[in-house]
């Protein structure tokens, strides 16, 4: 008896379900960008390495590229469709709209879904590569532009817009309003 090759999965996409049968091969992003229709994540490199493709599985961030559609069956997946409550922006948005962070726009949706990932990773109190003190009684190190360039570091901007991403993520991380994503990046994912 040959294996399957397709599977029929139910994903929970920006708070709807949504079921389907897929290729067991198709990734995530195929699977939300082709048969469901949220193009708002980019197809970059399809390697894992440019971030555009960057979503939220279980809150934390992932590479949708690399990503098994039917390794998300029964995981929370946030896309950039996902993010604004309504017609009102996310603070992160609002931030890369006031301070130009967008460019052309295209690396743009993993790029907020990667902040929002970073800002609840480092309320968390987990440290990164640019983290002076990694002890965790120290708790979360200052976001300084040295800590936000190295969690974003994942995600890659052709136009250069660097300097305005990290002012827009230092903005909402200190905007008050900024809900966290719902998930606690403590949680480990299923």
Not at 75 to 89: H, K, N, S, Y
Request: glycine residues 10%; aromatic residues 2%; negative net charge.
């Amino acid at each position: 008896m040959a294996p399957a090759t397709a599977s029929a999965i139910t994903l929970k996409i920006n708070g709807e379900h949504h079921t389907l049968t897929v290729d067991n091969r198709t990734t995530l992003l195929d699977a939300l960008r082709e048969r469901l229709g949220l193009t708002g994540s980019k197809k970059g490199c399809d390697q894992g390495q440019c971030g555009a493709c960057t979503v939220l599985v279980d809150g934390r961030r992932t590479v949708a590229c690399l990503q098994l559609a039917v390794a998300a069956e029964g995981r929370a997946v946030t896309t950039i469709e996902g993010v604004a409550d309504g017609e009102q922006l996310h603070p992160v948005q609002q931030a890369f709209l006031d301070l130009d962070g967008y460019q052309c726009g295209y690396c743009t949706p993993g790029q907020i879904c990667s902040a929002l990932g970073v800002l609840d990773e480092h309320a968390a109190g987990w440290p990164s590569a640019a983290t002076g003190d990694v002890r965790p009684e120290a708790g979360p190190p200052p976001l300084t532009p040295e800590e936000i360039r190295e969690r974003m570091s994942g995600n890659l901007c052709r136009c250069g817009a660097y300097v305005s991403i990290v002012q827009a993520v230092s903005q909402a991380a200190a905007d008050p309003a900024r809900p966290a994503t719902g998930t606690d990046p403590k949680e480990p994912a299923a």
